[in-house]
C-alpha cells in the first residue's frame, strides 16, 4: 500500500520529486491566482446550479488547465466533475476518473481516499457498458491490488461477468451474496446491498435479485442436442452396433442401413447439442475399416440390389436414394457415378464432386475408381479452389494411367492439360493501387433505402424504435458493379445504373410493403447477379421482406416471384395460414437458387427451412426443415410485434455439394445440396441484446435477444 514517499523505491522517488516540483513553484499563489480559481469556481458552481453540467465541467478543465500542478486545486475539481457527470456524459467520467487514477499511481492519491474507488468503480462501468470487458478486468485486477479484494471489489467483478455473459457469473454472485451482510455499515457494503436489492419503500427487493442481478443464460450458455426437430432418435440402434465388426455382422448392418435412410432418422448427442444422421455415422463407421471387414457386406448388397432391380418398376427410385440404400454395391455405385456426369455435364460441378467422392470413398472395382478419379479431377477443375485441385494428385502415381477421351491417359499429362485451362486464380492478381481509382458520385433515388412511414399515431413506439435504429451501425446500403452496370441495393429500393453514368438509374424498383415495422431484417441487402438476373427478397409485409423474385438488369422487370407459389404462400389474409419469410439473400450456386425462409402459421413461427428453388422459374426443387425453434422474444409475437432486433446476411453457404447454414434463430446446421437431407444440426446459444443498448433504447425492462445472421 502506498502511503507516502517513504514507501517508494529510488525510482519512485524522483518520479515523485518530479511530480511535486511543478506543486512547489505554484504552490505560492498570489491574490491575482486566488481571485482567478475562485472566478473558475463560482462560474462552475452557477452552471451546475443552471443544471448545465457541461459549460459547468469545462469551467473546471479550465481550472485544472491553469492550475497545472496544483493538486489542492485539481482534486477536487475532478471529484466534482465525477460527482456531476455520474448519470452522463460517459467522456467526462472517463475525463475524471483516469486522472484520478493516474495521480494515484503517481503517489497522490491514497487508496482510502474514496475519491480512487468512485473513479475506479466509474471506469470499470464505463468499460463494460463500451463491452471492453478485457480492458474492465483488468482495471479491476489493479484497484484489488490497490485497495484489496473487498467485497465492493467482488460485486464489480461478478457484475462484469454478468454483463459479459460469462459461465463464471453465477457463481461469483453466489459467493458475493453469502458474504454480504445487511448489518455492515460500510458505505462501499451497503452499495452492493443496494445494488442487488434496490430499497422499495425501505424494503429490499429480492424480486429484482431473481429478475436482473441473477445469472441470466448468454452467448456463452452450453446448449443441448436440437431435439424441437422432431426427429426419432435412434441411438440405441446405433449402439448395437458400432462395437461390432462388420464382417460378423453384414445381415444386422445391411438392415439398419435400410432404416437409416428413413426420414428423421438421428442420433442426438447433448454434450456437443447437436444431432447426427443415423446413415452418416454408418457409413463413417465402415469407411473407418480395413478392406476385408466389408467384403462380406459388398456381396450381400449386390446381392439384394439385384433381387430389387428383378421386381422394381423401371424408372422407380433415383440414383441417390439407390446408393444410400446399397452403398456398398457395384451396380449402385455405377449409377451413382452416371448421375454425376449428368450433373457435370449441366454444370452443377458441387454436387457432381460430391457423387465422385461418394464413389471413390465406396468402390473396390479398379476400373471403377479409375472413371472415378478422372471425373473427381474433371469436377475439381471446374471450382475455384486450385488449392484443392492440386491437392487431390497427391499420393497419385504420375505415370499411371486413366481413361481419357476414349483411351488412357497418364495421371501427370491429364493434370497438365486441365491445369490449362483453370481460370487465373484471383489471388495472382495485383490488387489495385487506391490512386488508381477513379472516384464516382451516385445520385440513389429519392426514396427510403427501407421501408419507413412513421406517423403521429406510432406515438411511443415511434420513438423507441427510431431511438433503437440509431443505436446500432445499420448498413442497409449495397453497391456491385456487374457487366458494365452497376446495382444500388436496400430492401426498399434496387436501382441500375451504367458504370459510366452514375447520375441517374437506367432504372428503379420501389418494394411495396403494408407496415412500418422494420427493425427485424436490416442487413446489408446485396442480392447476387447472375448473367441478367437480380435474385431478391422483394415485397414486404408487416416489415418483413416476404416473398423471393428475380428481377431482368436490362428493364427492371420481374421475371417470377414465390408471389404465384401457393405453397410459398397460402394465405388470404396477414394473420391466417401458412407462409415463409426470406431470411437472407437468396445464394446462388450450382445453378440452383438457396434461401432460408421462417415457417410462419398464423402469429407465429414454427422454425426454418432451408429451400432450394430453379433460378429459371422460381420452382421449388426440395425443402428441407433445419430449425423447429420459433423464432419469438420476450413478447412471444414474431416476426410482427415483438421487440427482438434480427439482422440477416448470406446465412447460406453451398460447397462442393453440401449447404450450410447458419439461420440466426439458434442453430447450424449441414444438407446434402443434391436432394436437401438434412446430415446434422447443431444448437448454439442465442445472442442476449445488451442491458445497456435496451435501457437506452427502450422505456421498459425486457428481456430481448439479438438474432445476428452469418456473413
Same mark, same amino acid.
Not at 50 to 55: N, P, T, V, Y
Not at 366 to 372: H, I, M, N, Y
Given at each position: 500500500?502506498?502511503?507516502?514517499?517513504?514507501?517508494?523505491?529510488?525510482?519512485?522517488?524522483?518520479?515523485?520529486? #518530479? *511530480? &511535486?516540483?511543478?506543486?512547489?513553484?505554484?504552490?505560492?499563489? +498570489?491574490?491575482?491566482?486566488?481571485?482567478?480559481?475562485?472566478?473558475?469556481?463560482?462560474?462552475?458552481?452557477?452552471?451546475?446550479?443552471?443544471?448545465?453540467?457541461?459549460?459547468?465541467? &469545462?469551467?473546471?478543465?479550465?481550472?485544472?488547465?491553469? *492550475?497545472?500542478?496544483?493538486?489542492?486545486?485539481?482534486?477536487?475539481?475532478?471529484?466534482?466533475?465525477?460527482?456531476?457527470?455520474?448519470?452522463?456524459?460517459?467522456?467526462?467520467?472517463?475525463?475524471?476518473?483516469?486522472?484520478?487514477?493516474?495521480? @494515484?499511481?503517481?503517489?497522490?492519491?491514497?487508496?482510502?481516499?474514496?475519491?480512487?474507488? /468512485?473513479?475506479?468503480?466509474?471506469?470499470?462501468? &464505463?468499460?463494460?457498458?463500451?463491452?471492453?470487458?478485457?480492458?474492465?478486468?483488468?482495471?479491476?485486477?489493479?484497484?484489488?491490488?490497490?485497495?484489496?479484494?473487498?467485497?465492493?471489489?467482488? #460485486?464489480?467483478?461478478?457484475?462484469?461477468? %454478468?454483463?459479459?455473459?460469462?459461465?463464471?457469473?453465477?457463481?461469483?454472485?453466489?459467493?458475493?451474496?453469502?458474504?454480504?451482510?445487511?448489518?455492515?455499515?460500510?458505505?462501499?457494503?451497503?452499495?452492493?446491498?443496494?445494488?442487488?436489492?434496490?430499497?422499495?419503500? +425501505?424494503?429490499?427487493?429480492?424480486?429484482?435479485?431473481?429478475?436482473?442481478?441473477?445469472?441470466?443464460?448468454?452467448?456463452?450458455?452450453?446448449?443441448?442436442?436440437?431435439?424441437?426437430?422432431?426427429?426419432?432418435?435412434?441411438?440405441?440402434? %446405433?449402439?448395437?452396433?458400432? +462395437?461390432?465388426?462388420?464382417?460378423?455382422?453384414?445381415?444386422?448392418?445391411?438392415?439398419?442401413?435400410?432404416?437409416?435412410?428413413?426420414?428423421?432418422?438421428?442420433?442426438?448427442?447433448?454434450?456437443?447439442?447437436?444431432?447426427?444422421?443415423?446413415?452418416?455415422?454408418? /457409413?463413417?463407421?465402415?469407411?473407418?475399416?480395413?478392406?476385408?471387414?466389408?467384403?462380406?457386406?459388398?456381396?450381400?448388397?449386390?446381392?439384394?440390389?439385384?433381387?430389387?432391380?428383378?421386381?422394381?418398376?423401371?424408372?422407380?427410385?433415383?440414383?441417390?436414394?439407390?446408393?444410400?440404400? @446399397?452403398?456398398?454395391?457395384?451396380?449402385?455405385?455405377?449409377?451413382?457415378?452416371?448421375?454425376?456426369?449428368?450433373?457435370?455435364?449441366?454444370?452443377?460441378?458441387?454436387?457432381?464432386?460430391?457423387?465422385?467422392? /461418394?464413389?471413390?470413398?465406396?468402390?473396390?472395382?479398379?476400373?471403377?475408381?479409375?472413371?472415378?478419379?478422372?471425373?473427381?479431377?474433371?469436377?475439381?477443375?471446374?471450382?475455384?479452389?486450385?488449392?484443392?485441385?492440386?491437392?487431390? #494428385?497427391?499420393?497419385?502415381?504420375?505415370?499411371?494411367?486413366?481413361?481419357?477421351?476414349?483411351?488412357?491417359?497418364?495421371?501427370?499429362?491429364?493434370?497438365?492439360?486441365?491445369?490449362?485451362?483453370?481460370?487465373?486464380?484471383?489471388?495472382?492478381?495485383?490488387?489495385?493501387?487506391?490512386?488508381?481509382?477513379?472516384?464516382?458520385?451516385?445520385?440513389?433515388?429519392?426514396?427510403?433505402?427501407?421501408?419507413?412511414?412513421?406517423?403521429?399515431?406510432?406515438?411511443?413506439? %415511434?420513438?423507441?424504435?427510431?431511438?433503437?435504429?440509431?443505436?446500432?451501425?445499420?448498413?442497409?446500403?449495397?453497391?456491385?458493379? !456487374?457487366?458494365?452496370?452497376?446495382?444500388?441495393?436496400?430492401?426498399?429500393?434496387?436501382?441500375?445504373?451504367?458504370?459510366?453514368?452514375?447520375?441517374?438509374?437506367?432504372?428503379?424498383?420501389?418494394?411495396?410493403?403494408? *407496415?412500418?415495422?422494420?427493425?427485424?431484417?436490416?442487413?446489408?441487402?446485396?442480392?447476387?447477379?447472375?448473367?441478367?438476373?437480380?435474385?431478391?427478397?422483394?415485397?414486404?409485409?408487416?416489415?418483413?421482406?416476404?416473398?423471393?423474385?428475380?428481377?431482368?438488369?436490362?428493364?427492371?422487370?420481374?421475371?417470377?416471384?414465390?408471389?404465384?407459389?401457393?405453397?410459398?404462400?397460402?394465405?388470404?389474409?396477414?394473420?391466417?395460414?401458412?407462409?415463409?419469410?426470406?431470411?437472407?439473400?437468396?445464394?446462388?450456386?450450382?445453378?440452383?437458387?438457396?434461401?432460408?425462409?421462417?415457417?410462419?402459421?398464423?402469429?407465429?413461427?414454427?422454425?426454418?427451412?432451408?429451400?432450394?428453388?430453379?433460378?429459371?422459374?422460381?420452382?421449388?426443387? %426440395?425443402?428441407?426443415?433445419?430449425?423447429?425453434?420459433?423464432?419469438?422474444?420476450? /413478447?412471444?409475437?414474431?416476426?410482427?410485434?415483438?421487440?427482438?432486433?434480427?439482422?440477416? +446476411?448470406?446465412?447460406?453457404?453451398? !460447397?462442393?455439394?453440401?449447404?450450410?447454414?447458419?439461420?440466426?434463430?439458434?442453430?447450424?446446421?449441414?444438407?446434402?445440396?443434391?436432394?436437401?437431407?438434412?446430415?446434422?444440426? !447443431?444448437?448454439?446459444?442465442?445472442?442476449?441484446?445488451?442491458?445497456?443498448?435496451?435501457?437506452?433504447? @427502450?422505456?421498459?425492462?425486457?428481456? @430481448?435477444?439479438?438474432?445476428?445472421?452469418?456473413?
Amino acid at each position: 500500500m502506498r502511503v507516502g514517499i517513504g514507501n517508494l523505491p529510488a525510482t519512485g522517488v524522483l518520479a515523485a520529486v #518530479f *511530480c &511535486l516540483l511543478p506543486a512547489a513553484l505554484l504552490a505560492q499563489t +498570489g491574490p491575482d491566482d486566488t481571485q482567478r480559481i475562485a472566478a473558475f469556481r463560482k462560474r462552475a458552481e452557477d452552471a451546475y446550479a443552471a443544471r448545465d453540467i457541461e459549460a459547468g465541467n &469545462l469551467y473546471l478543465r479550465e481550472l485544472i488547465e491553469a *492550475c497545472a500542478g496544483q493538486w489542492d486545486v485539481a482534486r477536487p475539481a475532478l471529484k466534482r466533475i465525477l460527482r456531476e457527470s455520474r448519470n452522463g456524459p460517459e467522456d467526462w467520467q472517463e475525463y475524471a476518473a483516469l486522472r484520478l487514477i493516474a495521480a @494515484y499511481r503517481a503517489g497522490r492519491v491514497l487508496p482510502t481516499d474514496p475519491a480512487l474507488r /468512485d473513479a475506479w468503480g466509474t471506469l470499470i462501468t &464505463l468499460r463494460g457498458y463500451q463491452e471492453r470487458f478485457l480492458e474492465a478486468k483488468a482495471e479491476i485486477e489493479a484497484l484489488g491490488e490497490a485497495t484489496g479484494r473487498d467485497l465492493w471489489v467482488r #460485486f464489480l467483478e461478478a457484475a462484469l461477468c %454478468w454483463q459479459a455473459d460469462s459461465y463464471e457469473t453465477e457463481p461469483r454472485f453466489a459467493k458475493v451474496l453469502s458474504d454480504l451482510n445487511a448489518d455492515d455499515n460500510d458505505p462501499y457494503v451497503r452499495a452492493v446491498w443496494y445494488g442487488i436489492y434496490p430499497s422499495d419503500g +425501505g424494503r429490499p427487493n429480492p424480486k429484482y435479485l431473481e429478475s436482473a442481478m441473477a445469472y441470466r443464460p448468454g452467448r456463452l450458455l452450453p446448449s443441448s442436442a436440437p431435439r424441437n426437430l422432431y426427429f426419432k432418435d435412434v441411438s440405441p440402434n %446405433w449402439e448395437a452396433v458400432r +462395437g461390432l465388426p462388420p464382417e460378423i455382422s453384414p445381415s444386422q448392418i445391411h438392415a439398419l442401413l435400410g432404416e437409416a435412410v428413413e426420414p428423421e432418422r438421428f442420433v442426438a448427442d447433448d454434450n456437443t447439442a447437436s444431432v447426427t444422421w443415423l446413415w452418416a455415422l454408418i /457409413d463413417r463407421h465402415l469407411l473407418s475399416q480395413e478392406s476385408g471387414a466389408v467384403l462380406s457386406l459388398r456381396r450381400l448388397q449386390q446381392a439384394e440390389l439385384r433381387k430389387a432391380d428383378a421386381g422394381r418398376p423401371p424408372g422407380s427410385g433415383g440414383p441417390i436414394d439407390l446408393f444410400r440404400r @446399397y452403398p456398398w454395391a457395384e451396380d449402385g455405385q455405377r449409377q451413382l457415378l452416371a448421375y454425376g456426369r449428368r450433373e457435370m455435364s449441366d454444370g452443377r460441378a458441387g454436387t457432381a464432386l460430391r457423387s465422385f467422392r /461418394d464413389v471413390l470413398s465406396h468402390a473396390a472395382n479398379p476400373g471403377l475408381r479409375s472413371e472415378a478419379q478422372v471425373c473427381l479431377w474433371l469436377a475439381l477443375a471446374q471450382q475455384e479452389d486450385r488449392g484443392e485441385f492440386e491437392a487431390a #494428385f497427391r499420393g497419385v502415381d504420375p505415370e499411371g494411367r486413366y481413361p481419357w477421351m476414349g483411351g488412357t491417359e497418364p495421371a501427370r499429362a491429364i493434370r497438365e492439360r486441365l491445369q490449362a485451362g483453370l481460370p487465373a486464380s484471383a489471388r495472382d492478381q495485383p490488387a489495385p493501387r487506391l490512386a488508381d481509382l477513379d472516384r464516382r458520385l451516385v445520385r440513389i433515388p429519392a426514396l427510403a433505402p427501407w421501408p419507413s412511414s412513421w406517423s403521429q399515431a406510432d406515438g411511443l413506439r %415511434w420513438y423507441y424504435d427510431t431511438a433503437l435504429m440509431k443505436s446500432l451501425p445499420f448498413i442497409r446500403v449495397g453497391m456491385q458493379l !456487374h457487366d458494365g452496370g452497376l446495382l444500388v441495393s436496400s430492401p426498399n429500393v434496387l436501382a441500375w445504373y451504367r458504370a459510366d453514368d452514375t447520375a441517374a438509374p437506367v432504372w428503379q424498383r420501389t418494394a411495396r410493403f403494408t *407496415c412500418s415495422n422494420f427493425r427485424r431484417q436490416p442487413g446489408i441487402h446485396r442480392p447476387p447477379i447472375v448473367g441478367d438476373r437480380i435474385y431478391t427478397r422483394w415485397g414486404h409485409q408487416n416489415g418483413s421482406p416476404v416473398d423471393v423474385a428475380a428481377i431482368d438488369t436490362r428493364t427492371g422487370r420481374q421475371m417470377w416471384s414465390t408471389a404465384q407459389d401457393s405453397s410459398w404462400r397460402n394465405q388470404p389474409r396477414p394473420f391466417w395460414g401458412l407462409r415463409h419469410w426470406p431470411l437472407n439473400d437468396p445464394v446462388y450456386a450450382d445453378g440452383r437458387l438457396y434461401v432460408l425462409a421462417a415457417r410462419v402459421s398464423n402469429t407465429s413461427t414454427e422454425g426454418v427451412d432451408l429451400f432450394c428453388l430453379n433460378p429459371d422459374t422460381g420452382a421449388r426443387i %426440395w425443402t428441407c426443415v433445419v430449425s423447429g425453434d420459433e423464432m419469438k422474444g420476450a /413478447d412471444g409475437w414474431f416476426p410482427e410485434y415483438c421487440t427482438d432486433l434480427a439482422i440477416y +446476411g448470406n446465412a447460406v453457404t453451398p !460447397h462442393q455439394g453440401a449447404v450450410y447454414c447458419a439461420t440466426g434463430a439458434g442453430m447450424v446446421s449441414r444438407v446434402d445440396a443434391r436432394d436437401g437431407r438434412l446430415e446434422w444440426a !447443431h444448437r448454439y446459444p442465442r445472442t442476449r441484446y445488451p442491458p445497456r443498448e435496451r435501457a437506452s433504447s @427502450y422505456g421498459w425492462v425486457g428481456d @430481448y435477444s439479438i438474432l445476428w445472421g452469418a456473413p
